[in-house]
Structure formats: structure tokens, C-alpha cells
T-cell receptor
Framework: KQEVTQIPAALSVPEGENLVLNCSFTDSAIYNLQWFRQDPGKGLTSLLLIQSSQREQTSGRLNASLDKSSGRSTLYIAASQPGDSATYLCAVGDSNYQLIWGAGTKLIIKP | NAGVTQTPKFQVLKTGQSMTLQCAQDMNHEYMSWYRQDPGMGLRLIHYSVGAGITDQGEVPNGYNVSRSTTEDFPLRLLSAAPSQTSVYFC???????????????FGPGTRLTVT
């Protein structure tokens, strides 16, 4: 059974730093991996979608990488800003129409 | 486009009551799904649909029913509410019925449900 883990559960860094969020999964037979952002009391916003055949995707200050063989993905945030404060979730698309989710990393960017 | 809409935003039920959470999307997406989110846990799939008239169970389907009579709407019914169903419920939609979730998923704002 696929399991997705995100470590750390919470992270606090000063504004302007570059940072990396981690996501690991137990079964490498995935269809895709997605990173989402969730603001308090709000829904989820898709940030990046990496197909299983891809190694990375970029959008603005965000870069996500995927290494299926090691069961890892990282989300790199460059030049962090207070507006980046949110919970970041990764989800793995498996072969059964399902997304398997990590519990998230709560990120706080201090001004 | 309104995207994915959910009603109500908040609901309090007594144990044993039934209710329907509404979800609608105006993007002509084939795939729709319901998730629940509990503190400290990832989202868990309740039911999903790959098109009108087609539904299937996810990871935690017990206590919930769904139907998909139109492409736009995908209501979630709680048959007899239990305190264990206290959670935040999210509806999502995306393109694609090729058997792979290769398309971006769009989420509604969620319904916060409390069962006493």
C-alpha cells in the first residue's frame, strides 16, 4: 500500500531564504506527483504537477523534482516571502484513480 | 468560471441525522471526487466518479453515498451521521478519463462538518 510522508511537519524560516520541502513515497510505480498549497480555512491550490516520465517542473520561484527510484520529491522555494506561509501538501497519483496524500508541511515565513 | 463550488460551508449535525453535501463544477470536467481531511492526516478519498452515471469507492467509503446524474454535480450523502464523520470535506474535479490522473485537480473551498 502506497504511503506518503512529509518531513518536517512544520518549518519556520526568515524571509528571503531559499528552502526545500520533502516528500517521500514507498511505491515507485506512480503516475504523477502533485504539490498543493493550502491556506488556513481554504481549499487546496495546485502548484506543480510532475508526470511520472518527468524529472522536474518549474513555476516562478517554485521548482519541484521527482526521483521515482528513490521514492522522493522535493519542492524548492526561492527567495521566500511572508505570502508563502501556508501548508504544503504532496500527493501521489497511483494506478487506481487515486491520489495518496502526505499530511503536509506547515511553513511559516517570518518577516 | 466559478470553478468548484461547495455548499454548505459549515454544518452541525446530531448523531443519526442525514444530509447531503453539494458539489458543482462549471469546467466540464469528467473526473470528480470527494475527500475528507482530518487533523494530522493527509486527505483520504471517499468516492470518485469518472463521468456521469459512473461512481466508485475510494479509501474510506463507509457511511457515504454518491451519485453522478450530470457532469456538473456530484453530491455526497451522509446516511446516518456519526461523530467519526466530523471532518472537513473537499470536492475536487479534473479533466481526463484515460485511467491516469495526469491532469491538475481543482478543489472547492470545503465544508466543515461537526457531528455531535
Amino acid at each position: 500500500k502506497q504511503e506518503v510522508t512529509q518531513i518536517p511537519a512544520a518549518l519556520s524560516v526568515p524571509e528571503g531564504e531559499n528552502l526545500v520541502l520533502n516528500c517521500s513515497f514507498t511505491d515507485s510505480a506512480i503516475y504523477n506527483l502533485q504539490w498543493f498549497r493550502q491556506d488556513p480555512g481554504k481549499g487546496l491550490t495546485s502548484l506543480l504537477l510532475i508526470q511520472s516520465s518527468q524529472r522536474e517542473q518549474t513555476s516562478g520561484r517554485l521548482n519541484a523534482s521527482l526521483d521515482k527510484s528513490s521514492g522522493r520529491s522535493t519542492l524548492y522555494i526561492a527567495a521566500s516571502q511572508p505570502g508563502d506561509s501556508a501548508t504544503y501538501l504532496c500527493a501521489v497519483g497511483d494506478s487506481n484513480y487515486q491520489l495518496i496524500w502526505g499530511a503536509g508541511t506547515k511553513l511559516i515565513i517570518k518577516p | 468560471n466559478a470553478g468548484v463550488t461547495q455548499t454548505p460551508k459549515f454544518q452541525v449535525l446530531k448523531t443519526g441525522q442525514s444530509m447531503t453535501l453539494q458539489c458543482a463544477q462549471d469546467m466540464n470536467h469528467e473526473y470528480m471526487s470527494w475527500y475528507r481531511q482530518d487533523p494530522g492526516m493527509g486527505l483520504r478519498l471517499i468516492h470518485y466518479s469518472v463521468g456521469a452515471g459512473i461512481t466508485d469507492q475510494g479509501e474510506v467509503p463507509n457511511g457515504y453515498n454518491v451519485s453522478r446524474s450530470t457532469t456538473e454535480d456530484f453530491p455526497l450523502r451522509l446516511l446516518s451521521a456519526a461523530p467519526s464523520q466530523t471532518s472537513v470535506y473537499f470536492c475536487a474535479s479534473s479533466l481526463g478519463t484515460s485511467g491516469r490522473l495526469t491532469y491538475e485537480q481543482y478543489f472547492g473551498p470545503g465544508t466543515r462538518l461537526t457531528v455531535t
